[in-house]
C-alpha cells in the first residue's frame, strides 16, 4: 500500500473541510466546509498550477449548510 504524503495546503474554509474533488486533469479542485449557516457554505474554486493555496480562485455562493459531495463533470 502507497502513502500519500502531504503535498500543499487550502487555506480559504472557516470550519473542518467536508468535501473536496479535484479536476480530471489535476489543474483545479474544490472545496466545502461544515456549515451551520449560510456565510459559511461556499464552495471554494482552488487553481492548483499558481501554487499559491492561500487564495481561492473564486467561491459560489447559494448553498444554505454544509455542502456533502463534489465532482467535476467528465470533462471537467
Avoid at 59 to 66: D, I, V, W, Y
Amino acid at each position: 500500500m502507497e502513502v500519500m504524503r502531504e503535498q500543499q495546503k487550502l487555506y480559504g474554509h472557516v470550519f473542518e473541510v467536508f468535501c473536496i474533488a479535484a479536476s480530471h486533469r489535476g489543474d483545479v479542485a474544490a472545496s466545502a466546509c461544515k456549515a451551520k449557516e449560510t456565510k459559511y457554505a461556499d464552495i471554494i474554486i482552488w487553481d492548483l498550477t499558481k501554487g499559491q493555496t492561500t487564495v481561492p480562485a473564486c467561491r459560489l455562493a447559494g448553498h444554505k449548510l454544509t455542502v456533502v459531495q463534489l465532482e467535476f463533470t467528465k470533462d471537467d
